[in-house]
């Protein structure tokens, strides 16, 4: 398995994006691809199968996720994910 490195997420990034879209994997809402990559909405390159356990850096397993989402996830079962919870907000509350 080569180095991950930025010239290599860079260049799988943009594959990653153009095959399946930035929408992120994990919480199934939108990317801001303006965001740079550091900061938790960013773009990251999800591993399906993580290098940890045996995954490559073949494009069939990598996905488009938000860096705060990919972090969370570790290197779990995407199954056992669970994104945050949206606050609910009931517009009676501000009458």
């Not at 930025?6 to 994006?17: D, S």
């Not at 199934?28 to 740079?36: R, S």
């Not at 773009?43 to 490559?56: I, N, Y």
Request: proline share 9%; glycine share 8%.
């Amino acid at each position: 398995m080569t180095a991950w490195n930025g010239r290599k997420i860079a260049r799988l990034a943009n594959l990653v994006v153009g095959r399946y879209g930035s929408v992120c994997w994990l919480c199934h809402q939108p990317i801001d691809l303006t965001v740079p990559r550091t900061q938790p909405g960013g773009l990251s390159v999800d591993h399906v199968t993580p290098r940890s356990k045996g995954g490559t850096d073949d494009l069939w397993n990598l996905r488009p996720a938000h860096r705060s989402c990919n972090v969370r996830r570790q290197d779990k079962p995407a199954s056992q994910f669970r994104p945050p919870r949206p606050v609910a907000v009931s517009s009676e509350w501000f009458r």
